[in-house]
């Protein structure tokens, strides 16, 4: 099984990266790949963005797969965003870097979309 | 021998890419180092543009020396693009992400330039 | 200990670069990680920019904590860069691609702030 992380750290790229996991879970199955989405530095801020309900719920769904999304608590912390209100399917990490290389380290691929 | 996988998301980034197989083959020569470029997302839109005809050019001359140029149906799709009016030096894969998670399991490095 | 290149290729992206490298540190301590940050392309004219003394002073203080910081000669007279100009804390290599090679190659693990 391949284990893949996504790296996103700006806001534009969103809907390229959810597209990429969309595209490679039809390739692979969902029991092809354990997949994590890191966000970090501004990338964190589309979580909290109504405006792009669509594409959150995208997210959603995709968790509800197993994809796990990832936000770095240093960058919620630089943009002013309330941990608490972040959507249920995202998990906080201290740091998103960090979490990279952990990741990384533990056989991950990584991936900048 | 190097094996390495340039991944390219949009157009802007083409000329860097390019440049950077460019320079890094003169460093290792052409048999010192299996590379491949793999284009996805809009990226694959300037293997069609007529007007970056110098650097498909030169995107077919490294493919000469044996680098191998990547497109990624679901993009092609995506832009309407019709694989068959594709340069004959670009080979056309399902998926782009899938192809960068199969290389790098391979043993392929990963720039993103 | 971990072994973490950064690859930077713009201007635009080092404040998040640098950033990124502080919380890591913070989080892993300076004993923690071995830490390369290799600019190509344009990212090479951020060293000589005094407008951004703020920045460079950051990235001298990183330096001054082990953080080794790389420029490609490639892209210095891409850029017409004099590298004797260049900040004492910085260090010149032929191609910035083949380092980040070489250090993938050594073990480092690659991300693209």
């Known amino acids: ?18 597209l990429n996991v969309q595209n490679f879970l039809k390739d692979v199955g969902k029991d092809g790949a354990e997949i994590e989405v890191v966000a ?3 990338a964190v801020v589309t979580y909290y963005n109504q ?20 936000a770095c ?8 965003l309330d941990e608490n209100s972040i959507p249920g399917f995202v998990k906080v990490v201290p740091g998103g870097i960090t979490e990279i290389v952990a990741k990384q380290a533990a056989g991950f691929l990584y991936i900048k979309p």
């Open 40 to 42: 970090n530095a501004a």
């Open 1 to 18: 099984m391949f284990k893949v992380l996504f790296h996103v750290s700006d806001n534009e790229t969103w809907p390229k990266a959810v």
């Open 51 to 70: 405006e792009k309900a669509d594409l959150l719920d995208q997210m959603k769904q995709l968790s509800e797969t197993g994809v796990k999304f990832i």
């Open 73 to 80: 608590r240093n960058a919620l912390n630089a943009h002013q």
